[in-house]
């Protein structure tokens, strides 16, 4: 299936996003918002779900070592339960576990960690799609 995916790996104070090309099979970072409320988070999500025409939204969910719910993780299914609200694109949790420390040790502009972090999220998320 061709369309771009947005993920979002959500945090504190940023959330970081990341876009897919249109084959979904690379993940680039996109962009960091700053935290506001809740609702303009969501807000401004679904207007780059929808500027750049996605066909699915992953949000990073973090799972602790047993792959259970943390406080993060039960943030994130709120956000969802928001997004939801705000448009017909399909949402999906995924594990966003480690992609923080991955995109650390990749390196490059503290200013864009957030947006790396979405990435690396979303190239797992692509990877495990993969035949």
Do not use: C, F, W
Not at 6 to 21: C, I, K, M, N, W
Not at 30 to 36: A, D, F
């Amino acid at each position: 299936m061709t369309g771009r995916i947005l993920a979002v790996d959500p945090g504190e104070l940023r959330l970081g996003l990341a876009v897919s090309d249109e084959l979904g099979m690379i993940a680039r970072p996109l962009l960091t918002i700053r935290h506001t409320t809740a609702e303009e988070d969501a807000r401004q999500i679904v207007e780059q779900a929808e500027a750049l025409s996605s066909r699915l939204i992953i949000i990073g969910v973090a799972l602790n070592q047993e792959g259970l719910a943390t406080p993060q993780s039960e943030k994130a299914m709120r956000l969802i339960e928001r997004l939801q609200r705000l448009t017909s694109v399909p949402i999906i949790p995924y594990d966003e576990s480690g992609t923080t420390q991955r995109a650390l040790a990749l390196g490059g502009n503290d200013n864009q960690l957030d947006q790396r972090a979405a990435a690396v999220l979303l190239q797992d998320y692509l990877d495990a799609q993969a035949p």
